[in-house]
């Protein structure tokens, strides 16, 4: 069985791949990452440590754990230059795709084309864990109305139009109005920041898509039931998720957590 090496960065998503390469007897090796990865997360699990910026001992640490697919689980904070301090190999990687320029998925397409060329097969955390991809339909008992429907196709057309200039994946729209956009903050910081911004009546709705042309192997949107219990501090009433091209970690806890917090989650049928 092919050892597979997880690219770990936080949320719950590392600890799942790694569980279920336990349960399936599969070898599995832990790439931690300073300043991103949970120390907790790879007690009892074979790992090895590094910056960032130091792709030169990442390769070496694969390698000699034998690593063959490598996978991109959770997430991280992008650091700037100054902070990444590359190495060597990491110094002709950027200075060959020009860093500067380049939006998330830019880079994570870039960092995978790269990876492969050491000989990594680079694979989706769904190749993994199957049942992860976000299945069409509504999840839950609660279901949205005219207005809710409303709100989710302005969010569909305005993160569509984000993706394109690879700025984001979410956005919460509230009775027509787009009350947040995600860029660099992430999808939890959205929430809160939405949560100030909230209107008198209906409650807004956080719309998840892939952006055009994105690489489907990395940082596809995802929601867990961290996202439901944000999207309920926030006042929201639901959650919108392309179905076929999102991760949803935990479904039963998801739809769950959304009915006890009155929540509708939806998986949409998206288009580019």
């Known amino acids: 069985m092919r050892t597979l090496g997880?690219?770990?960065?936080?949320?719950?998503?590392?600890?799942?791949?790694?569980?279920?390469c336990r349960a399936a007897g599969r070898p599995v090796f832990v790439l931690a990452f300073e300043g991103?990865?949970?120390?907790?997360?790879?007690?009892?699990?074979?790992?090895?440590?590094?910056?960032?910026?130091?792709?030169?001992?990442?390769?070496?640490?694969?390698?000699?754990?034998?690593?063959?697919?490598?996978?991109?689980?959770?997430?991280?904070?992008?650091?700037?230059?100054?902070?990444?301090?590359?190495?060597?190999?990491?110094?002709?990687?950027?200075?060959k795709v020009g860093v500067k320029a380049l939006g998330?998925?830019?880079?994570?397409?870039?960092?995978?084309?790269?990876?492969e060329a050491e000989g990594f097969k680079v694979v989706g955390p769904d190749e993994v864990l199957g049942d992860l991809i976000a299945p069409p339909g509504l999840y839950t008992k609660h279901a949205p109305d005219d207005q809710a429907r409303a709100d989710i196709e302005r969010g569909v057309r305005v993160a569509r139009e984000l993706g394109r200039i690879d700025v984001g994946q979410a956005v919460v729209v509230q009775q027509g109005l787009v009350l947040g956009v995600e860029a660099i903050e992430g999808?939890?910081?959205?929430?809160?920041?939405?949560?100030?911004?909230?209107?008198?009546?209906?409650?807004?709705?956080?719309?998840?898509?892939?952006?055009?042309?994105?690489?489907?192997r990395v940082d596809l949107p995802t929601i867990g039931v961290s996202t439901v219990s944000a999207a309920a501090e926030a006042g929201l009433r639901g959650i919108a998720v392309e179905a076929g091209r999102s991760l949803v970690l935990d479904l039963a806890g998801v739809t769950k957590a959304a009915d006890a917090a009155g929540l509708f989650i939806i998986g949409i049928e998206g288009r580019e």
């Open 6 to 20: 997880i690219l770990a960065g936080k949320g719950e998503l590392p600890a799942r791949l790694i569980a279920a």
């Open 104 to 115: 998330d998925d830019g880079l994570l397409s870039s960092v995978v084309r790269e990876i």
């Open 36 to 95: 991103q990865t949970d120390p907790s997360l790879v007690e009892g699990v074979a790992h090895g440590w590094c910056r960032l910026g130091a792709a030169g001992t990442a390769f070496k640490l694969l390698r000699e754990n034998g690593v063959q697919d490598l996978v991109m689980a959770g997430r991280m904070t992008r650091p700037s230059l100054a902070e990444l301090r590359p190495d060597l190999r990491a110094t002709r990687f950027f200075a």
């Open 187 to 216: 999808t939890d910081a959205l929430l809160a920041r939405c949560a100030a911004l909230r209107r008198e009546g209906p409650g807004g709705v956080l719309v998840k898509v892939c952006k055009p042309g994105q690489e489907r």
